[in-house]
Each structure stands twice: as structure tokens, then as C-alpha cells.
């Protein structure tokens, strides 16, 4: 979501006659598109605002201004403390309010004025702004569907700063999709914070879900790839499973985060599903779809977690068998309701689940990936690999693939003959 979001705020900026530049000494506006869903990632920002004040105290000396913005969730989370904490800081925008940053830039400039705020939650005017921004070239995009989030996690900060769950008209995410396809993509990934979710209510009450929203997109002829992310277990519905059993340009893999592997703590995070409601769910998909492979999410530490609930965890993590995982200590966001229990895990535990965890993880991991050797996948190739000539890609199963010799294979999809199985990546030869 953060990579959409940075793509249009640049597309906002060059029509307003800014060039990006990948080197922050030229920048004359640096923009921190920040995540509050860490807390390291939220506490890194205030380090890179110390490195930006020397930079911009050595950029004055030479009579050159710099225009710092801090936008994203942390905005929306800390608000004016940014200001406080950082006076480096010239604007604040939350991510539902960064369409109006242009208008900030010119009051900032034209008028002189020392600081800038916006936290208002106008997703709908967003996207009527951002709808007439050129899209993104590229053979993969992004393309937000969906924001905000009703489930209320407890560990959860998303319902704070991206607000309720709103879906976009179906119609304009179709029209958005044939300008990306114009544009030469092949694979896009439908993005929002619960996106199975999805669901417009049309003229007289017709409804569109997340799997019809693919079928429309799958209609593209120029489009061989259809991704989302991410989703919520309890809203996956029938239309989406019949999506993956029916729609062979939606690809064989899903991000479907569980949390936990015991029924204590998922009632506790406010999850409203246990275990064997998550274990049917992903039976139901390998019905329709034999070839489908998972990914989760799970987060340990989580206030009040046992030993035998840790070891619930492992057990459902061999049962399902993901082909990859993320893992995180449980973080203390400030505001949800797991920051106030009073049972919190104490680090060193945490630091020990996490390296039991994570080693399980990349076993399943490697696992998975042994089954592609002398197996041929189709692989979209995006980027140069580190050695002359050597190119990289995706998988259906978002494996990353390399060969050598394949520059002229870049922005091509193509089949690869898997001769060799690492953890986190996969050799092949061109077919």
C-alpha cells in the first residue's frame, strides 16, 4: 500500500513540476512515507529526521531550501507530536489526506508559512483527485481497491489510521486496470488493508465482491496476472474460492495471516475465528484449487501467551505447510487495547519464540521449494540480478527465480526449468 501511495504522491508532484531524484542532497522536498504497524519502523523515522535537519542546515549554507513532509500512519498516529518531536518537519499528511499535498507545498512556499497539517480522513475525495494521475509503467503495478479495516484487532493500529473499510466503485477500478494494461502491464496485485472484503454496492443495490472485481480485471486481455493483498480470514466468501478454482489468471497463491495457532490468543487479538475455522477455510481453497500455496503472518509475544500456546503455533504452521511466512515479536502500538494488558511477555522470551519460530518457518520454506527441482514455472521477469547477464523474476508462487544469460527476458513471462533449490530462491534455465 505504501508503494501505491508513493507512486501517486510522485505522479502528484511532477505535474507540479518536481523531478525525482535519488539522491537526498539535491532533494529540495523529502517525503517520508512512514508505517505505523512496528514500532521500530514507526522509531526509525525520528532518526532519519536527525540525519535530515544536518542535511538541511548544510543545504541553508549554500542558500537552498528543503521542504521535509512526514506522511503515512505515523502522521495520522502522531500528528502534531511530529512537529514537537521533530522540528525539522515542515508538513504533516495522514495517508487518506495526501491528495492535498500539493496545495500544502504551495502555502509552504508561496506564503511562507512555517507548518502544514492534514489528518482528515477523505478516502472517497482521494480517489476522485488521484484518478486523473498517469499511472506507473511497468510489467508488474499495484492497483488499491480497498482501504481501512472494521475488525479491530487488538494488536492492531490500521483501524486508527487508515479508517473504516471503504470500497472503491468497481467501475472506476476497471478503468483504472485498462490504463495500467495500456500502459504494458501484465501482473497487477489488488491491494488494501482487508481487501477480501471488497464490496461495492452498485445502482439499485447491486453488489460486486472481491471475485467478480477479478473476473472484470481477468477480462483484460493484456493482463496475465492477478494478485491481492491482504486478507482477512472470516471475510474470504464462496465468490472469492470460485475465483481461484475458475480464473486462471489469478494466481495459485495467497497471503492469508492467522496470527496464532491457539484458540486463547486468537480470542484474545479479537480475531473472531479459532484454528480449525482457519484450517477449514484453507481446505477450501485446495479443493477448488489443487495447486494453491500460502503464506501467513504470526505474531508471537502476543500478551499472555503461553508455552503451550506458542507450541499451538508450530503445530498449525507443519499442518498448513506455507511456502513462506512472516514472523514478528509482538509490538506495543500505542492506542490499541493489547498496549493497556497488563500481562505483557518479557523480552528474552520473545527473542527465543522468535528465533524458534522463524527457524521452523524457513524449514517449511525450503521444504516447498525442493518440490520445484526438475519442475518447470512460469517466471515474469522484472530486474538484473547482481552478476552480468543474470536476470531475475517472480513465480506464480511469488518465488524469486534467476537465471543467467536472460536480459533480453526482462518484461517477459516465460518457462523455467527448476534445477536448483535455495531458501529463498530458486535457479532455473530457460525452456
Not at 512496528?38 to 535530515?52: D, M, N, P, T, V
Not at 500512519?73 to 492535498?100: H, K, L, M, N, W
Not at 484518478?131 to 486508527?160: R, W
Not at 513462506?324 to 498496549?339: D, I, N
Amino acid at each position: 500500500m505504501n508503494v501505491y501511495d508513493t507512486s501517486q504522491m510522485k505522479n502528484m508532484l511532477r505535474a507540479k513540476g518536481f523531478v525525482y531524484t535519488e539522491g537526498i542532497n539535491e532533494a529540495d522536498l523529502i517525503i517520508l512515507n512512514t508505517c505505523h504497524i512496528r514500532e521500530k519502523a514507526s522509531e526509525k523515522i525520528y532518526s532519519e529526521l536527525g540525519k535530515i535537519k544536518i542535511l538541511k542546515n548544510q543545504r541553508k549554507k549554500n542558500n537552498l531550501d528543503t521542504i521535509t513532509v512526514v506522511a503515512g500512519c505515523v502522521a495520522q498516529a502522531e500528528g502534531e507530536e511530529i512537529f514537537r518531536r521533530a522540528p525539522v518537519v515542515d508538513i504533516v499528511v495522514g495517508p487518506q489526506s495526501y491528495q492535498t499535498l500539493p496545495a500544502m507545498l504551495e502555502n509552504i512556499i508561496n506564503d511562507n508559512q512555517k507548518q502544514q497539517i492534514n489528518l482528515e480522513f477523505e478516502v472517497d475525495k482521494k480517489f476522485d483527485f488521484l484518478k486523473e494521475e498517469e499511472y506507473p509503467q511497468g510489467i508488474s503495478a499495484f492497483l488499491t481497491i480497498q482501504e481501512g479495516c472494521d475488525k479491530f484487532c487488538k494488536f492492531c493500529c490500521v483501524p486508527y489510521t487508515r479508517g473504516a473499510e471503504y470500497s472503491r466503485p468497481s467501475h472506476e477500478v476497471f478503468r483504472d486496470a485498462m490504463k495500467i494494461a495500456a500502459s504494458g502491464t501484465k501482473e497487477i496485485t489488488l491491494l488494501g488493508q482487508n481487501v477480501s472484503a471488497y464490496e461495492y454496492t452498485g445502482p439499485e443495490n447491486t453488489k460486486v465482491k472481491l471475485g467478480e472485481l477479478i473476473r472484470l480485471v481477468a477480462s483484460l486481455p493484456q493482463i496475465e496476472r492477478i494478485r491481492y493483498t491482504t486478507s482477512h480470514p472470516n471475510d474470504m466468501q464462496d465468490d472469492l474460492i470460485e475465483a481461484h478454482r475458475e480464473e486462471k489468471k489469478l494466481m495459485p497463491f495467497l497471503h492469508l495471516p492467522v496470527q496464532s495457532g491457539s484458540d486463547k490468543i486468537l480470542k484474545d487479538m479479537n480475531r473472531k475465528h479459532n484454528s480449525k475455522q482457519y484450517l477449514e477455510l484453507i481446505d477450501k481453497f485446495r479443493k477448488a484449487r489443487p495447486d494453491i500455496a500460502f503464506s501467513s503472518d504470526f505474531i508471537v509475544g502476543y500478551p499472555g501467551e503461553t508455552e503451550q500456546d506458542f507450541k499451538d503455533t508450530l503445530s498449525l504452521i507443519k499442518e498448513v505447510g506455507y511456502a513462506q511466512c512472516y514472523s514478528f515479536k509482538y509490538s506495543m502500538r500505542p492506542g490499541t487495547p493489547a498496549a493497556e494488558a497488563k500481562n505483557q511477555i518479557p523480552e528474552e522470551v520473545k527473542t527465543a519464540r522468535i528465533l524458534e519460530i522463524q527457524e521452523l518457518i524457513n524449514s517449511e520454506q525450503q521444504k516447498f521449494n525442493n518440490n520445484f527441482i526438475g519442475r518447470t514455472l512460469s517466471v515474469l521477469f522484472d530486474r538484473n540480478g547482481r552478476y552480468e547477464g543474470q536476470v531475475i523474476g517472480k513465480s506464480e508462487y511469488m518465488q524469486s527465480v534467476h537465471i543467467d544469460n536472460g536480459k533480453h527476458l526482462i518484461n517477459k513471462i516465460v518457462q523455467v526449468k527448476i534445477t536448483k533449490s535455495l531458501q529463498n530462491s530458486l535457479t532455473g534455465e530457460l525452456v
